[in-house]
């Protein structure tokens, strides 16, 4: 009997947020933000260091933010 999974695979580079998982500070852009999410809210931008805070506010999955929209890093300039 194959057995189905609990959810469906999560997106590339899209992770579960709780205790036991949790960014850390090579996960942060240069500002140290990360992006955290939850189904009523949607995406929101966060300091890495507050992801604990947003798991008792039941946000659910968190993933890095975006590249810049140019060509040079911005700790590079």
Known sequence: MKLKPKSPPLPENVFT?????LPTLSDADPW?????????????IIQYSEAIQFVAMKHTHWT??????????????
């Open 17 to 21: 947020l709780n205790e036991d998982s």
């Open 32 to 44: 140290m933000k990360i992006m955290v999410w939850r189904k009523d809210v949607g995406w929101s």
């Open 64 to 77: 890095f933010t975006p590249d810049f929209p140019y060509n040079k890093s911005v700790t590079e300039q």
